[in-house]
Every structure is written in C-alpha cells, then in structure tokens.
C-alpha cells in the first residue's frame, strides 16, 4: 500500500472514531484527561502494529486496544499505592529519592507485567522460591508436582526474567 493511501486511511480512522474512542475511556475512568492520555495511546499502539481494521470492524479494534491500556493503567495504580503504603513505613530520611522511586515503580510494573505472563505454575512455583524461601522440595509439595517439574518451571520463570532484562 502506498504511504499516501496508508496516512489518508490512519487519519480517517482517527477523525471516525478519536471523539467516540476518547467519550467511551471518559466513562470508563471518570477522567477527562487520562481518557485522552489513553485514547492517544491507543492510537499510538495501533500505529506501531502496522495493521489498520477494515473500517467496520475499526471500533471494535480500538475498544480491544483501549480495554488492555485500561487494565494496564488500573494494575499500575495497585503497584503505585501498594508502593506508597510500604514507603510509608518508613522514616521519610530513608526515603528513595523521587528519580530512584519511580525507577524502583517502573521495575515493579515490569516484574508484574513479566509475573503475570507466566503461565499459573511457573509463577506459583517463582513466588514460592523467590519471595516466600520455599526449598524446590516444600514448592513440589505445595503445589503437588514432581521436584524435576519445579526445577522446568524454575527455568521458565528465569528465562522470562532474563528476557525482560534484555529488553
């Protein structure tokens, strides 16, 4: 498709549909100005895959796009006052800096975001061993599975970390 074509159909896409897409998130968060830092990213997002929806099937696209940036943004905002609640308990002189606490925020959402990709086991069996302390033995009891199967989950849930540290 010529680049032409394609910019003259990304703008119809955007004036078809940017003022019901921005109405619909505006209901969905009760925020004018996050609804349209959403709707932008839900543009942005569509553009960056390179595919453009048949024109009828545009809204229904988009709604799937705005939908995940939804829960996306709602999930971050668990992390955030879920941060905020164990900073407070803490001396506020032992505070992180504002630049180190938004790059420790930015490292939860991205451990959440690679945890909640896991399939369920490898996430039980990486929770259990990382933050609970279980020996590979106590997580194949818990979890009633082999100890070879605890060792595979464990090399999945490495993998995927190594993944989102190459990133």
Known sequence: MPPSLRADEEHILYVDNHAWLHAWLRRKLGCAFEAADLAHDTYVRLLASRRLPAPQDSRAYLMQIAKGLVVDLRRHRRIEAAYRES??????????SAEARAALLETLVEIDAML???PPKVRQTFVLSRFDGLTYTQIADRLRVSVPSVRKYMLKAAQACLTIMAA
């Open 116 to 118: 909640d990709a896991m």
């Open 87 to 96: 900073l407070m308990l803490l001396p506020e002189a032992h505070w992180p």
